[in-house]
């Protein structure tokens, strides 16, 4: 899924969209004495919150919190799919080393086991587009497949079975008989066909899909077509976690839970304060914190937690699942750019995400009010899809926080005085695959390997610059609105 998916095949429309945010947030963030004060004054945002996802039954169970001081070769904040993928390379790569992860609630309680399901090759910013750099959209594609390939090896060497369904995922086209109208349509077919083509003369794999081939797969006429991409496919989140939870510490990674750090002092060697006041003493530090590093004071600048939300309806009876025409395991997602993405599970409950993104003044976390219209807008959308499903009862309704940067693109490398804080952020939605190639790139950029990356344009750098409040909530909601009047036209 794409929260804020910039994925409208147009160049000129994803720089509208960068444009209206950095407009706004970057020229009045940037002249404003404001803008430095107000960190000093507002509450640490994003708080964490509990998962209460479908994804979040499968969990791995909780490890016991960090009880008493320590001394580490490299410590890891987060217990997401970075934290816990670059734990595991770090201990195939230094055997000898010590490596903790500290994570606040529980792993996956983050985006990490509360997600779309979908696994997606690419980043955010290059999904199923055919840029001007065909090389280098190329490469990353292939980074990304040969990322799945390791997922599947690992699925083995743990023997935690992650639900890998890797039969591909559609990206649809709105304007079927039941979309945004015939000429809509059209002109969104004529787009999906010469986009699949450039694609394939790039050397990614893609189809164009047209109606009837995607009703039959997906069982909706929603949508005009689709484009395929064969690659893809999806997980069971919950399930993922697990799997990367036990290859960390099958690899010797020391993992502590409901352990939350308060405060990071910078060094040489930094020193970690945990809530109940133990201490962390490590030479090195991996932020894989999503967009939560915020409240110790890290990453503001590059990504803001902006709110994306799902449901899962109960199980389809055999009756209720063969009336819906959904032959294909292949979990989509629609062309709008606020994305809707769906997909089905084993047990064969329909999941639906996505719609209208929320962000709240300083990283806040919407209520319960506001979450509820949210779900009820997603049932709306699932019966419009799926007339046969409009009495089928949601049976778990979560939401959750994505780290979107604001040219949706994701940043890895290093910072600090020392050069010795590494971080990962601003997978916009896109981080189930990407995350653990995140995770194995810090683990190499750890190790000194860092010249194999040198050509990844993501390295060493952040995201263009996101102001403090009250200059982010301005800069966000122009981009928002302007998504909204884009998606409109
Ligand atoms: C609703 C939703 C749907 C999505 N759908 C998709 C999808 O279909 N496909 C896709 O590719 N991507 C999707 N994404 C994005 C994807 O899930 C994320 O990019 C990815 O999981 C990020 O992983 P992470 O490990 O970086 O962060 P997280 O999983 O958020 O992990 C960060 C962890 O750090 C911990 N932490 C933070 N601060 C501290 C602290 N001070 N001390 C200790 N621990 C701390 C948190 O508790 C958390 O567990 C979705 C995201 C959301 C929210």
Redesign the pocket.
Known sequence: ???ISSAKSTLGRREILRRAGLAVAGVAGGSSAINWVSPLVLPRAPR?DANRSFWALELPEVNQPLRASTDSDIVI????????SAAYYLRQRLPGRRVIV???????????????????TSTADRYLIAGDDAAMDRRIHEMTVANIDRLRELALATGIDPHLDLGGALHTELGGAEGAGADVGQSAVREATATAARLRDSGIPAEYWDQERTASAIGTRFYSGAIFNPLAGQVH?GRLVAMWKRAAEQAGAEIFED????RVEEGAVHTLR?QTGIVVRAPVLLL??????R??GYLGAAAAGVW???ACTVPLTPAQWDSLGWQSAA?Y?DAQTETY?LGVTRDRRVHI??GPVDYLFNDGTPDAHQQSARHQALHATLARLYPSLARIPFEFL??????MSLDSSPAIGRMGRHANIYY??G?????????SV?GRISADLMTGREAEWAWLPYLGRLPPYLPNEPFRWLGIQARLAAVRWSESR
Not at 102 to 120: D, F, H, V, Y
Request: glycine fraction near 22%; proline fraction near 3%; include cysteine.
């Open positions: 899924m794409r929260a964490i904040i987060g217990g997401g799919l970075t934290g816990l500290l994570e606040a609630k529980r792993c996956g309680n983050g985006a990490s086991g509360r997600n779309g399901a979908m696994l997606l989140p352990t939350a750090v308060v945990t894989a914190t999503n967009a939560y590093g409240r110790l994306d939300y799902m979990p997602d993405y995400g996505g979560w939401g959750g926080i994505v780290d990962a952020i997978y916009s939605g896109h981080g189930v695959n990407l995350t995140f």
